[in-house]
């Protein structure tokens, strides 16, 4: 690349030099003669010159310069794939975290349905147990009534018997 820029500045030299005179219009002033012999030489040691002064260190700088944007950029490709990876990783455990809370929160779905279910079904034994308590109370009273009306019942008949065999005569 050093090479190229300076042969395009020498190129660009000469062909200033071969251009000039036609425009200056001053012909006696810029010719081609014997000066060239020295011309040629002092042009090359002002382009040494100059390449050691400008070109090398300007060059240098941008092939630094280059190398710290490169660098840059690509420790910006590094850091935006990490980027990428850990928000990829986040998703993952975000989706994982979605996942088992779904689960637990089916899980304790059917776990406050069977504790439902089994306090429905307590309660309905329980309803039962009264029902049938009362039953079989409500027959044991029935049992003493019939019990104590049973011996009642002889005598209210005579009784009535009486009053409409005694009505009749």
């Known amino acids: 690349m050093k090479l190229i820029l300076i042969l ?11 251009i000039v005179p036609p425009f200056t219009q001053l012909e006696g002033l810029l010719e ?10 002092i042009f090359l040691i002002a382009l040494y010159i100059l390449n050691k002064l400008i070109f090398q ?13 490169q660098g840059t950029v690509d420790e910006a490709k590094k850091l935006t794939e990490e980027a990428d990876t850990i928000i990829t990783q986040y998703e993952t455990k975000l989706d994982e975290a979605r996942e088992h809370a779904n689960d637990a929160r089916a899980e304790l779905r ?15 034994q329980d309803a039962q147990k009264q029902i049938e308590d009362h039953r079989d109370k409500l027959e044991s009273e029935i049992k003493d009534v019939k019990s104590k009306i049973e ?3 002889e005598l209210l008949a005579k009784d009535i018997s009486n009053r409409i065999v005694g009505g009749e005569a």
């Open 57 to 69: 260190p300007l060059l240098t700088i941008w092939d630094r310069r280059e190398s710290l944007t």
């Open 151 to 153: 011996p009642q019942i």
């Open 8 to 18: 395009i500045v020498s190129a660009i030299f000469v062909v200033l030099y071969m």
């Open 110 to 124: 059917r776990e406050g349905q069977l504790e439902a279910e089994k306090m429905i079904s307590s309660v309905r």
């Open 32 to 41: 081609v003669n014997n000066t060239v012999l020295l011309q040629f030489p």
